[in-house]
């Protein structure tokens, strides 16, 4: 299931997207084919995936998926706020994975991500919980799940 | 010192239950070991040979003396009343229950502490100096920057899951007294030879481990206001492209070898131009509430005495070991000597935690640090108390007049506590002990440094020992590797290995062959690790490897 993010809420939605996400490499593969098809767009990133060679796409796109295969995998969190921050994307930007889970929600939530489809045997009231055990922060984070205070602040916040 | 303001106390206090429901899902069965390692590990928890261990972080080694007594306290109701300091300015203990963990973790809370990131692939405790602030020759001192690197470092949303661990030294001296050049990212504090502006050289890739390396500059002068951008560049290109296929290859200094340092530098720099504006930005009125905390004690205006005229030579002795000068006229800094004969090198009993906090108090202005050397250090008592701490010191075990020499040696806590290991420290510290236990021979070898690693984790650091020690596990049995020519201090060099290893009952009888061969070839006041780079390996060679009158 497919949970959305909205101030500070998790809600589960069916994904918004009908058509099959497609990976970076198939993208590259024929982008103009890709571009042409009608209705919303999703691409899925592996943690290896430059995010760079996404840009001249992303206006293009709705989702942007970003893998996470374990917990412990922490590329994802760079390939987020690479794609929030530098390459501005504002669609839906979503963790899939085994490594999506209630110990790293708030995490992934202040690198920019809005929708998170959970791994499997993952309670979506504790992750509802996990997202709120947090108030503060030191670092800037996603203006979409702002803290009460942060310490150092961005230009962007 | 840094004192909590309400973000910070809020921060660990929301931690701690975090902290308490993942341990609760753990002991339910509802998080599996694997799925609840990483998460203890980054609240300072392993599992080890015995029991748990957990590593309480001592931020840049600086404690009250209330956080001391605290200390104290858990140790003796949580442990076995007493607890080590280890090489990274941390302490350990070393048989809490997992189940007592998250009510250790608020007992610190309420006293500003925490064990956030001592361990885990994440940045870890940020170290200094020990002589931070008091150094004569001191540029600035680096604890307002360690604090502000803590807390940027502290659950950093994009830098929580790097490959491997990550390492942040700061040296405010010219001296380096925090083995900068061996960390993942060394900050050495400079001034801006224009302006006048404070400012950072910045070493990457250095370590020990596996494949020591000593760490390379990729800039000569990074201005303050830059230090958290140029930081997430840095940690950006590491988490990007670390390799995380192999544990063995996934430290930064890989990453930095693999690209070349030059094409590291360009990568970090590219990061960091594309970012700066964006980056967290250090306002100067954040780093003036910070440096606001680490404002010079109330001194008074003293003269400075000849505090060992006349006095005992036990008292002489401690003296010159065991202080060092101090900034301010009529003071000096005081080891508290964490390396009694016949004591495991950095272990303290809650007792003694106690005797040192009640000492700080009346002598050193309620502060006390916990040095890289696993000592512990008053770094403020007037000279004219000199005589009196000496005494208390004495009596509680924490005067042995040994500081620099062959016996305040470093160790790691070895196979006798750390599932790591290979071989045990404990046995082969005792061993030396015994050994050396004449004072005047001591005295009369000087400054040497030797550095015990049970694995080649090297948490002992025994690549940068005058003399190191390295435990080998061979078809079961301990062996010790012995290499010579390291240094930290200053001058970074990594030394190299004499010969085939030793049985354990062999160590203490090398080391004797091989200072022998030192006093044999010095020159006058030569320094052991001078006479070793003057002559070279081959005399020690030759010297640790001849055989016994008894064998011959």
């Known amino acids: 299931m497919r ?62 998926e970003v893998e996470f295969p374990s917990a412990s995998d922490g590329r994802g969190y760079s390939q987020a706020r690479l794609l929030r921050e530098r390459l501005g994307f504002r669609g839906e930007l979503r963790a899939v994975g085994a490594g999506v889970r209630q110990d790293q929600i708030f995490l992934l939530a202040r690198c920019g991500f809005d929708a998170f489809e959970l791994a499997a045997g993952e309670d979506p009231e504790a992750a509802r919980r996990a997202l709120a055990r947090y108030d503060v922060a030191y670092q800037p984070g996603s203006s979409l799940f702002a803290v009460r205070r942060q310490r150092f602040r961005g230009a962007g916040s | ?113 925490h064990a956030i990131q001592t361990s885990g692939n994440c940045v870890r405790n940020v170290t200094a100096d020990h002589l931070a602030g008091i150094a004569p ?68 890739g250095g370590g020990l481990g596996r494949a020591p390396v000593i760490g390379q500059v990729i800039r000569e002068f990074l201005p303050l206001a830059d230090l958290l951008a140029y930081l997430e560049a840095i940690l950006r290109v590491y988490n ?12 930064i200094k890989v990453l930095v070898k693999s690209l070349g340092v030059a094409r590291f530098r360009e990568q970090v720099e590219t990061e960091w131009s594309l970012e700066r504006e964006r980056a967290p930005r250090l306002e100067l009125s954040e780093v003036e509430r910070v440096r606001g905390c680490f404002t010079p004690p109330p001194y008074e205006p003293l003269a400075d005495l000849d505090v060992a005229a006349g006095r005992a030579p036990a008292f002489q002795a401690w003296y010159r070991y065991n202080t060092r000068a101090h900034r301010m006229r009529g003071y000096r800094a005081v080891f508290v000597s964490l390396k009694a004969h016949g004591a495991v ?11 040192v906090a009640e000492l700080a108090d009346r002598y050193s202005f309620g502060l006390i640090r916990a040095t890289h050397t696993q000592n512990l250090l008053l770094a403020d008592v007037p000279q004219r108390e000199l005589h009196d701490l000496w005494q208390a010191l004495a009596a ?10 062959l016996t305040d040696m470093i160790a790691c806590p070895g196979l006798d506590f750390c599932s790591l290991a290979n071989a045990g420290t404990i046995a082969v510290a005792r061993a030396l002990q015994q050994r050396f236990d004449d004072l005047d021979y001591l005295y009369d070898l000087g400054e040497i440094e030797i550095k015990m690693s049970g694995c080649m984790n090297a948490c002992g650091h025994h690549h940068v020992g005058h003399i190191g020690v390295l435990g080998v596990d061979k078809h079961g049995e301990e062996w010790y590797q012995i290499s010579i020519g390291g240094s930290a201090n200053g001058f970074t060099a990594l030394g190299e290995v004499l010969g085939p290893s030793v049985p354990q009952g062999e160590v203490a009888a090398t080391i004797e062959r091989i200072v022998e061969t030192y006093r044999a070839l010095r020159e006058p006041d030569e320094r052991f690790i001078d006479t070793v780079r003057r002559v070279g390996l081959t005399p020690f060679r030759e010297g640790a490897y001849a055989l016994h009158p008894a064998a011959a």
């Open chain 2, 345 to 355: 090198p950095g272990d303290m009993s809650s007792q003694q935690m106690e005797t």
């Open chain 2, 137 to 204: 020759d001191e540029i600035d001192d680096p604890r307002p920057y360690c604090e502000i690197i803590r807390q940027w470092a502290t659950l950093h949303p994009e830098f929580t899951y790097l490959p491997r661990k990550f390492k942040i030294a700061v040296t405010g001296s010219p001296q380096d007294r925090a083995a900068s050049e061996v960390h993942d990212i060394g900050l050495q504090l400079r001034r801006d030879p224009v302006d006048g502006g404070i400012g950072f050289t910045v070493r990457v």
């Open chain 2, 1 to 113: 010192m840094y004192r909590y303001d309400e973000l910070d106390q809020a921060f660990v206090d929301q931690r701690v239950a975090e902290f308490r429901d993942q341990t609760r899902r753990y002991l339910a069965g509802e998080l599996s070991e694997d799925d609840f390692r990483p998460l203890r590990l980054r609240n300072g928890l392993y599992l080890q040979r015995h029991a748990p261990m957990l590593r309480i972080a001592i931020p840049y080694g600086l404690l009250s003396s209330r956080q001391l007594r605290a200390l104290a306290a858990i140790a003796r109701r949580y442990d076995r009343g007493y607890g080590h300091f280890t090489t990274r300015q941390n302490l350990q203990l070393n048989w809490p229950a997992l189940a007592d963990a998250p009510q250790i973790l608020a007992e610190l809370a309420a006293v500003q502490m």
């Open chain 2, 396 to 405: 509680a075990g924490l005067a042995m007049p040994n500081i620099g020499t």
């Open chain 2, 240 to 251: 990007r492209h670390g390799r995380r296929d192999n544990l063995n290859k996934a430290r």
């Open chain 1, 3 to 64: 949970y959305i993010l909205r101030q500070h809420e998790l809600s589960a939605e069916p994904p918004a997207v009908a058509s099959p996400t497609v990976s970076l490499a198939e993208l590259r593969r024929d982008p103009e084919r890709w571009r042409s098809q009608s209705g919303p767009r999703a691409v899925r990133l592996t943690p290896t995936d430059a995010v760079e060679e996404l840009a001249a796409e992303l206006p293009f796109l709705s989702v942007v």
